[in-house]
């Protein structure tokens, strides 16, 4: 069942893959010559994101390492994370395709309890460091930035929308939210006999979850925090990727630049965010770039040369992912 599993999941991030790449709205023409440009470059952005993984990878492991003995050797689960993260992005609503299959692949060596609760906290703590990441962002703007009415609009409904997450991350941490999230799924026409089903005969295993949830907020504030910050300190890194790219173009330089990486990298994540339905955001990126670049003052022509050599990476990183997928974990 779990090869069938597996091989369900790798046909459709290799279909989507395949969709990203017929629907990619740029010449080969163009492709190649930014590619050309940006040389060496992208030896430095896979290295970095090498690293950002990594990071990942390690924020993973110390929440698994809360909740009993963690024997998985990391190479393992920075093979999870990779091929979790590229199935997040080639399936629709997201996690439908990267959580599952950790859980699925984690399960056989620390129990399926475990292997669900790390895997929870692991995507909340992701989502959760974005939050404040996007908070950092609407501060910095606030402070260095011009203010117009476009932008005053924007930043004060994009602060609604992330003190509206962060305090839901912050309940959910005190409380556990694995039980209050099936009792909303059965809120979905379609679904709700599927959840009252669900949570009837797995009102205990649902329980034990959230409790591990909880206790990783209030027992364990030190793993807490540790991977908290190491998840808002790669967002913080991955602005490296988009200061790369604008010293290659001569643009801005010095530590203002990487202030405008920063901003690009979070006013576009949180536009494409709010795309999350689409499979890999497609367009969602692109447009995001064009209006975070064009606030700041930069050409249309620099935001598409950003978009187009993010949307390279994200392409070689997710086919790593979903290759890695047919590699058994023995």
Not at 173 to 182: D, P
Not at 244 to 250: E, H, R, S, V
């Amino acid at each position: 069942m779990r090869n069938r599993i597996r091989n369900i999941l790798f046909f459709i991030g290799l279909a989507a893959v395949v969709v990203m790449l017929v629907t990619f709205d740029v010449s080969w023409e163009m492709l190649w010559d930014s590619l050309q440009r940006t040389g060496y470059w992208l030896v430095a952005i896979a290295l970095l994101w090498c690293g950002l993984y990594m990071m990942n990878t390690l924020t993973w492991r110390i929440i698994l390492s809360e909740s009993g003995p963690c024997d998985v050797p990391f190479w393992k689960l920075l093979k999870l994370t990779v091929s979790g993260f590229a199935l997040n992005y080639a399936t629709p609503v997201g996690l439908l395709g990267g959580e599952p299959y950790r859980i699925m692949e984690l399960t056989p060596h620390v129990g399926a309890q475990r292997a669900t609760s790390s895997v929870v906290l692991f995507a909340m703590m992701h989502i959760f460091s974005h939050f404040w990441y996007w908070v950092t962002a609407i501060v910095l703007w606030l402070l260095l930035m011009p203010l117009n009415l476009v932008m005053a609009t924007v930043l004060g409904l994009s602060s609604v929308f992330c003190a509206a997450g962060i305090y839901l991350f912050l309940k959910g941490y005190r409380n556990g939210m694995m039980v209050r999230a099936i009792r909303w799924a059965g809120h979905i026409p379609g679904l709700r006999s599927w959840a009252k089903r669900f949570a009837d005969q797995h009102a205990e295993d649902l329980s034990k979850i959230d409790a591990q949830i909880a206790e990783l907020h209030t027992q364990s504030r030190r793993s807490f925090y540790a991977s908290f910050f190491l998840e808002y300190f790669g967002r913080i890194l991955q602005s490296l990727e988009i200061f790369f790219i604008l010293m290659l173009l001569g643009v801005d330089g010095g530590w203002m630049g990487f202030v405008h990486s920063l901003l690009i990298l979070a006013f576009t994540s949180l536009f494409a965010n709010l795309l999350f339905f689409i499979p890999l955001q497609l367009g969602g990126r692109e447009g995001g770039f064009a209006m975070s670049t064009a606030q700041l003052g930069l050409t249309g022509g620099t935001g598409l040369f950003v978009s187009i050599i993010v949307r390279v990476r994200e392409l070689f990183f997710t086919l790593l992912g979903i290759l890695l997928i047919k590699i058994k974990n023995t």
